[in-house]
């Protein structure tokens, strides 16, 4: 759970679109993005965006941390749209339009008309087959998220009832590798998976720890991350199959790594968002 450098989302209709130029997008200016920090040079990238001088970002919100604002209209900040406003920034753009897509069109890839699209999206041999992937820029492990007291452990979480999210990591690990007696228990949205948790429908939840710090630390202390399993997941954007942008975006991140920028985003926007620095979580083995 750290960005690539040091330490360091989804389900609801596709609700809008809005293009967000600078601080004002109602009069097209050009002076920033939202409330981001600018770093880089304008130029020092290479993208071909669909429409002139504006970069076409697809997500799927809510996520707060990583876009923060519940629609395409409020979204001003966070760790991608900042990064994706550094990415527009150095490639020499003015703006971002930003689309809003469930979980599971997203991640089906069916509908392609963007330059780039993120949504803490795990780098897959088999996503490879619908998508081209950037370089990672972020890493993360599965963290179980559970009701403060509840008798979950290592030795009994097989023997639980486990929520995941559709189409998540967190799913197939279950699946394949924890195999829990019931099967796992599936949910089409973080909201409604961990408002299944609070309401004792089921005992755990298994998902990216970074998304399972994201809604234990807004729970009051009714809900905790109480283990993770390791493993050494990358995010990664996800372009249209045969894009010309995949080196301009992987340049970027790497200019991201070096000069600090990944680490400024992970401790403005994360680091309070988590309320815990993740690797003081402990790790359990995998069955």
């Known amino acids: 759970m750290k960005t690539i450098r040091t330490l360091a989302a989804v389900g ?7 293009s967000l130029t600078g601080c004002d997008a109602l009069n097209g200016t050009s002076e920033g993005f939202g409330e981001c920090e600018l770093t880089g040079q304008p130029g020092s990238i290479q993208l071909q965006p669909q429409t002139p001088d504006t970069l076409t970002v697809t997500t799927v919100l809510p996520s707060n941390g990583w876009w923060n604002g519940d629609s395409p209209e409020a979204v001003n900040s966070g760790f991608e749209y900042c990064m994706v406003a550094n990415i527009a920034h150095r490639a020499g753009l003015k703006s971002l ?4 897509q469930s979980w599971d069109q997203y991640i089906s890839a069916s509908k392609q ?6 949504a803490s999206t795990t780098i897959t041999d088999e996503r490879k087959e619908v998508f081209d992937f950037s370089e990672p820029y ?6 179980i998220a559970v009701k403060d007291g509840a008798d979950v452990t290592a030795e009994n979480i097989a023997e639980k009832r486990v929520g995941v999210l559709q189409g998540n990591m ?18 089409q949205s973080e909201t409604e998976m961990f408002t299944a948790l609070k309401a004792g429908q089921i005992d755990a ?4 720890t970074t998304l399972a710090l994201t809604n234990t630390s807004a729970s009051n202390g009714e809900l905790k991350v109480i283990a ?5 997941q990358g995010y ?26 990944f680490d400024k985003l992970s401790a403005s926007y994360l680091q309070p968002l988590f309320g815990v620095d993740p690797n003081t979580i402990p790790t359990w083995e995998q069955p």
Do not use: R
Request: net charge negative; charged share 15%.
């Open 138 to 143: 972020f890493q993360s492990n599965l963290g």
């Open 236 to 261: 990664g954007i996800t372009l249209p199959k045969g894009s010309t942008n995949v080196d301009g975006v992987n340049k970027a991140i790497e200019e991201m790594k070096s000069d600090g920028t």
């Open 228 to 232: 993770q399993y390791q493993v050494d």
């Open 12 to 18: 609801m209709l596709a609700l809008g679109v809005t």
């Open 170 to 187: 967190g799913a197939q690990f279950v699946t394949d590798t924890l195999k829990p007696a019931g099967g796992p228990q599936l949910f």
């Open 97 to 100: 339009t930003i689309q809003n």
């Open 205 to 208: 939840v298994i998902t990216d």
């Open 113 to 118: 008309d963007y330059d780039i699209s993120l």
